[in-house]
């Protein structure tokens, strides 16, 4: 049956004759015979930008293979090292370069590293098409590049000649850096097709708003949002009790640079409420974690402890308050303060003593009711969030770039977990006044956090809400565990009481069956489709591993962030797919980028698994090729309107 006329007609806009649209369908279904390109999966970056940017730079290790390949044992180990650091961070390179050769001298290694990086740039666009790597490249240099990537005859004099020109010129007219510059961030742009970050960029490290920056100069990148980015997400958006969160935590770790640094939030209303109402109290557990060791933190620690005492009061009143709004999520347990009894002076929760019971800010009549200088401070903090140009782009990033769950070649992507119930059934909760589970959970909790963002009224404010409960609530696919118990483990001595147990999944989803039975709520082939997710550090050094249920399921948080690495044994993983199969990669702590730079130091990579098939893996065969076959066919019945005179050619 013909498309509907009033399609092709808007179709013809583009392609207005036959000619026009017989060009498209031969470069669509050339398209379509390239290799498939290369997605790298990665998770749980929690702000470590110098390991993220490297990544990034060096492709988790293929730039270097490409190296391999194409020099082989034709090229040194200290060349290849000299190579690798010039693609990864040429502007850096070639200055240091310049400060140790003469003249002729650097002549000479313009012209062998041009010849080399060419050499490279070519390895990796030969399976995209001539018109997608010119899209790439930067309109000063595309008609040279175009004609050094594409000359493959040298053998034949007078191309070599025509050739060595070029360079030639390229030098003499001292556009030698900038044209290795251009090539080098060609080799970047191709060989990481697209990139999957599978949940929590923010927390813990300093560098979560670097991150985001590199992100942005991504070509195509998508996150499926974690724990932590709800977290700042709800922040960002307005949530005070989130806020709190975000503050509380970069504090309690030391992370303070990503706050003031990267968004420029003014923290010193916060360090004067702290003096005023805590000048004189040691804070003793409020010391920030580490900081002995942080010369940095050595002189503000006392400053750094009443901040952090005062924002975690400040969050569980703002909690409580949230919490008693919404008697539907059933988290009166969460709602900590009332349990607070004033005796003689001194604090108890429910009988048992606090290890702090300095709590001058609480009314024993109404515990979560903030005095009016925590609430002009709340107003003063959320006013330098709403004003910070970068943090509300980098908001709007994370919703555009975004989603709780992604489904894309065979691959089922989420952050934590698809509540279960014990016996692998999906868990039904209440999603703002729906009830759902499985995937119909999952795209009502997108729909909520968008709705947070985008909504108006009542609606959006219940959904900002509910982001706090996404940050702790025991069916929330972001958490999924009984309770989140930091008022516990702040104040208790009882361990016991600190205790979070997690939902079903964590358990469960390390069975084959559990997980063909979510990948077909998905849409999926339970037989040949793979779940990736992170938010569980994988304790190499216990001797898990992060291929689970026979190959199904891919855990990825292999500890990318510094300070999980001593749990993990490793630095990360990346989950590389590419024409031939799929690879995981297991990193090494990274050195630093000055020795990278030096040196050609990199980060250390081990292929852990290499699942690889024999037949090759087209775009005909992805997502985007079934996008594609779809286009081809419109305009062949475009084509055909054309031809049988429905439509008059212009």
């Known amino acids: ?24 369908l031969v470069n669509l279904r050339a398209i379509l015979s390239l290799p498939k390109g290369t997605e790298h999966f990665v998770s749980d970056l929690h702000g470590e930008s110098l390991a993220f940017i490297h990544m990034i730079k060096n492709a988790s290790g293929v730039v270097r293979r490409k190296v391999d390949e194409v020099y082989a044992d034709h090229m040194s180990e200290e060349d290849k090292r000299a190579l690798c650091a010039l693609i990864y961070y040429p502007d850096e390179r070639i200055e240091l370069i310049r400060h140790s050769l003469s003249g002729e001298e650097m002549e000479a290694w313009y012209r062998k590293m041009i010849h080399q990086v060419v050499d490279i740039a070519r390895a990796v666009t030969i399976k995209y098409s001539r018109s997608k790597v010119h899209k790439l490249l930067p309109a000063d240099y595309a008609y040279i590049i175009k004609e050094l990537l594409h000359e493959t005859n040298l053998e034949q004099h007078d191309r070599q000649t025509y050739y060595t020109a070029i360079i030639d010129a390229i030098i003499e007219t001292g556009c030698a850096d900038q044209l290795l510059i251009a090539i080098c961030y060609l080799i970047h742009s191709l060989t990481i097709d697209t990139l999957h970050i599978v949940g929590d960029i923010f927390d813990r490290g300093p560098g979560a708003s670097k991150i985001l920056d590199v992100l942005s100069t991504v070509r195509d990148y998508d996150i499926q949002w974690g724990n932590h980015d709800i977290e700042w997400m709800g922040a ?6 989130l806020l709190a969160t975000v503050l509380r935590v970069s504090i309690r770790y030391a992370n303070i640079e990503t706050l003031e640094e990267g968004y420029g939030i003014n923290l ?5 409420f702290a003096m005023t109402v805590y000048g004189t109290d040691p804070c003793t557990i409020w010391q920030t974690k580490d900081f002995e060791n942080n010369p940095r933190l050595t002189r503000s620690a006392q400053l750094m402890a009443k ?18 709004r919404h008697p539907e999520w059933h988290m009166d347990h969460r709602a900590v303060l009332e349990h607070l009894t004033l005796v003689d002076g001194h604090w108890t929760f429910d009988g048992a003593p606090l290890l702090d019971d300095n709590l001058p800010t609480i009314r024993p009549d109404d515990p979560y009711a903030l005095s009016q200088e925590e609430e002009d401070l709340m107003s003063q903090l959320w006013r330098s969030f709403r004003k910070s140009e970068k943090m509300q782009r980098h908001l709007r990033m994370l919703y555009e770039h975004g989603s709780l769950y992604l ?4 691959f089922l992507l989420y952050h934590a977990a698809i509540p279960l119930n014990a016996d692998g059934s999906f868990s039904e909760a209440e999603v703002c006044g ?79 069956k559990v997980c063909e039975q979510i990948l077909t709520e998905f849409g999926l082939d339970p037989k040949s489709g793979r779940i990736v997710n992170g938010h569980v550090p994988v304790r190499t050094i216990k001797g898990e591993t992060p291929m689970r249920a026979n190959g199904k399921r891919f855990v990825i948080d ?44 990199d980060i250390h990579n081990r292929t852990l698994l290499q699942d690889f098939s024999g037949k090759r893996i087209r775009i005909k065969d992805t997502d985007k090729g079934k996008e594609l076959l779809g286009q081809i066919d419109s305009l062949e019945q475009l084509l055909r309107a054309y031809q049988t005179g429905l439509l008059r050619e212009r």
């Open 1 to 24: 049956m013909m498309t509907d006329e009033r399609y092709l007609r808007l179709l013809s806009e583009k392609f207005p004759n036959s000619q026009a649209v017989v060009t498209e």
């Open 236 to 241: 960002m958006n307005g949530n005070l009790a």
């Open 268 to 272: 010193l209303p916060l360090a004067n």
């Open 307 to 324: 901040m952090h005492k005062a924002i975690s009061i400040i969050q569980f009143k703002l909690e409580g308050q949230t919490v008693r």
């Open 407 to 410: 489904v894309r070649n065979g």
């Open 434 to 512: 729906k009830r759902v589970s499985g995937k119909a959970l999952m795209d009502r909790t997108d729909e909520i956090i968008r709705q947070a963002y985008y909504g108006k009224g009542e609606s959006k404010q219940n959904a900002l809400d509910y982001m706090l409960y996404l940050w702790e609530g025991e069916f929330s696919p972001l958490y999924n565990k009984d309770k989140m118990t930091t008022f516990e483990r702040y104040f208790l001595a009882d361990k016991s009481t600190h205790e979070e147990k997690k939902g079903a999944y964590f358990s469960l989803a390390d069975d084959e």
């Open 558 to 601: 292999g500890g990318f962030s510094k300070p999980y690495q001593e749990k993990t044994g490793i630095a990360g993983y990346t989950l590389i797919y590419n024409s031939h199969g799929i690879q995981l990669v297991e990193h090494e702590s990274f050195e630093s980028r000055e020795q990278a730079i030096l040196s050609g130091s």
